[in-house]
């Protein structure tokens, strides 16, 4: 009996210690499958939100930018079309201090490649086309452009959003008709401050015309003595007579000043 019971103990202990080596492992992939399923399961709210919306990651690129700095650089204007299915920027490049560059590009979703595309034109003719890609706060924008003279160009640009209101740029893997040509450093482009415009002193009235009458002109000091009456033609203010006082200017109504406008352009709802 007591070597039965001694094996019957022995057997439990390894099927106790071969439970918890089995459990542990068991444990641990219904864990990671239950995560998995978690990030699954957000792809698939993120994917469905993109497919509602394809354009909304990058809602917050309407308004005015400029580049950061006192130096002239870049700076654009981004707005929704009438429908809200496209992205509009124009934009200013500063070649030298009395030359700048402008353009258009213009933002759009491609349901059949399921990607964010885009389309720029220069104010030189040439033009290009963008396949964009996103990776958290980091949009990877492949380039294909065709220059003025007709050369190729490529390049890849960098975006990345640091907050609503600034994000950085940068172009590397630059080329023009295969030949290798010098990146372009990372630059922050911020959100422009609108500038609020004081308002203009406000202007007299001019005096109503009375119909049948001739106009006349209010003096801007009172009549005195021995002064001309207006409208009354050889007629003088008689000596003695008190000094007829000025007729009070009535002024006008205050201009209010420019409100700051706020950041980014609303959308116009997307037809679906």
Known sequence: ???????????????????????????????????????????????DARAEDPLGDLAWLTGDWVEEGDEPGVEFHGRWTGTGAFLVRAFRVAL????????????GWDPAAKQVRS???DGTGGFGEETWSRQDETWTIRSKYTLPNG????????????????????????DVNGELQPD?????????????????APAAPAPAAVPGKPA??????????????????????????????????????????AAPAAPGVPRPAVPR
């Open 1 to 47: 009996m007591l070597v039965a019971g001694l094996s019957v103990g022995l057997g439990w202990g390894a099927a106790r210690t071969l439970y918890s080596q089995n459990a542990e492992p068991a444990a641990a992939a219904v864990a990671a499958q239950a995560e998995n399923a978690a990030a699954a399961a957000a792809a698939a709210a993120a994917d």
């Open 96 to 107: 030298d201090e009395e030359s700048t560059l402008p353009g258009l590009q213009v933002i």
């Open 184 to 200: 372009i450093d990372e630059f922050t482009v911020v959100r422009a401050t609108p500038a609020v415009e004081a308002a203009p």
């Open 151 to 174: 050369a190729k160009a490529g390049s890849v640009n960098v975006l990345t959003r640091l907050d609503d209101d600034s994000f950085t740029w940068k172009s590397v893997n630059r």
């Open 216 to 257: 006349t002109t209010i003096p801007a000091a009172p009549l005195r003595p021995g002064q001309p009456v207006p409208g009354r033609p050889g007629a003088v203010v008689p000596p003695g007579a008190p000094a007829a006082p000025a007729r009070p200017v009535v002024p006008g109504t205050p201009l209010r000043p």
């Open 119 to 121: 389309w720029t034109f």
